[in-house]
C-alpha cells in the first residue's frame, strides 16, 4: 500500500469545521494521505470524505470504534461504503466484536464495490503512560506486553494492523512480521514540542524501527511554514532509504 516517501506520512485534519481542513488541504496540495478523526467527522460528515476523494487523496478514518460486537459491526459495514483507506476500531472490544468488525468490512466493501479498508486495532492511546494503565486503568501487565498482546489479538482477529505508539512499534513489528501494518502517532521531529503525547520518537527513528504510517499532526500545521515543515519530514526520511 505504501508507494511513496510522502505516502508514509498522514497529516491529521484536526480541525472543527469543513472550510477550515479544506482550507488546510489546499494549503498543502502536496499531502496524499490526510486523517479525519471525531471532531471533523462529527462536524462535517461524510461530506468531508467526499471532499478529500474528490481531491484523489487516501483517507485514515480515524473513528476509534468502541462498542458491542453487533454495533461496531454495523458501523464497519458503514465505514465501508465511504471508500476510505484506513479505519480503526479499539482492541478492548474483545475478540467476538474484531471479528464482526472485519466481516462486515469485507460485506460493506462487497455492497459498495470499494476496496475494503484496512482495519487497525488502537493498542494503547499515546497519551497514556505506564503510571495510567497500572493505576487509573488497573492493567497489570506492562505497557509494551499490553500493546503486543492487544496488536496479536488483532491479527488473530484477521484485522490488518494496529496503531501503536513508536517505542512499541519495534516490538510489534518483530513479533507480527511484515504483513501487519503498524501506524504511530505521536511523532515528533527533532525539536518539536511533545505535547500531550507521552511515548514519542522522531519520523527516521519510527520508520527504521518498522512502522509503515506516521502521523504528525502539529508540528506541520502549527508550522510557521507547514509546507516547509512538511518537506523536511520528506527530506528527513529519504535518508534511511
Known amino acids: 500500500m505504501v508507494e511513496t516517501i510522502t505516502d508514509q506520512i498522514i497529516v491529521p485534519l484536526d480541525v472543527p469545521t469543513q472550510e477550515?481542513?479544506?482550507?488546510?488541504?489546499?494549503?498543502?496540495?502536496?499531502?496524499?494521505?490526510?486523517?479525519v478523526g471525531l471532531e471533523l467527522f462529527v462536524s462535517a460528515g461524510p461530506d468531508i470524505l467526499t471532499e478529500l476523494k474528490n481531491r484523489q487523496k487516501k483517507i485514515f478514518l480515524d473513528l476509534k470504534f468502541h462498542d458491542i460486537p453487533n454495533t461496531v459491526a454495523g458501523a464497519c459495514r458503514a465505514a465501508a461504503h465511504y471508500g476510505v483507506d484506513l479505519l480503526t476500531i479499539h482492541a478492548t472490544c474483545g475478540k467476538e466484536a474484531l471479528q464482526a468488525a472485519q466481516a462486515a468490512l469485507v460485506?460493506?466493501?462487497?455492497?459498495?464495490?470499494?476496496?475494503?479498508?484496512?482495519?487497525?486495532?488502537i493498542t494503547v492511546l499515546t497519551s497514556l503512560n505506564a503510571r495510567t494503565l497500572a493505576f487509573d486503568l488497573k492493567i497489570p501487565l506492562e505497557l509494551p506486553e499490553y500493546a503486543l498482546h492487544m496488536a496479536l489479538l488483532a491479527q488473530?482477529?484477521?484485522?490488518?494492523?494496529?496503531?501503536?505508539?513508536?517505542?512499541?512499534?519495534?516490538?510489534?513489528?518483530?513479533?507480527?512480521?511484515?504483513?501487519?501494518?503498524?501506524?504511530?502517532?505521536?511523532?515528533?521531529?527533532?525539536?518539536?514540542?511533545?505535547g500531550d503525547q507521552r511515548r514519542t520518537l522522531t519520523p527516521r527513528a519510527a520508520i527504521l524501527a518498522g512502522a509503515n504510517y506516521l502521523v504528525i499532526g502539529r508540528p506541520i500545521t502549527a508550522a510557521a511554514d507547514p509546507s516547509l515543515a512538511f518537506q523536511q519530514i520528506c527530506d528527513e526520511l529519504s535518508k534511511q532509504a
Open 20 to 35: 477550515q481542513a479544506i482550507a488546510l488541504v489546499d494549503q498543502l496540495p502536496q499531502v496524499t494521505f490526510w486523517k
Open 107 to 121: 460485506e460493506g466493501a462487497a455492497e459498495s464495490g470499494n476496496a475494503v479498508p484496512n482495519l487497525l486495532a
Open 156 to 194: 488473530e482477529c484477521g484485522l490488518a494492523g494496529a496503531v501503536c505508539s513508536p517505542q512499541e512499534v519495534e516490538q510489534l513489528r518483530q513479533t507480527c512480521r511484515d504483513r501487519f501494518l503498524l501506524v504511530c502517532p505521536g511523532i515528533r521531529p527533532t525539536g518539536s514540542a511533545a
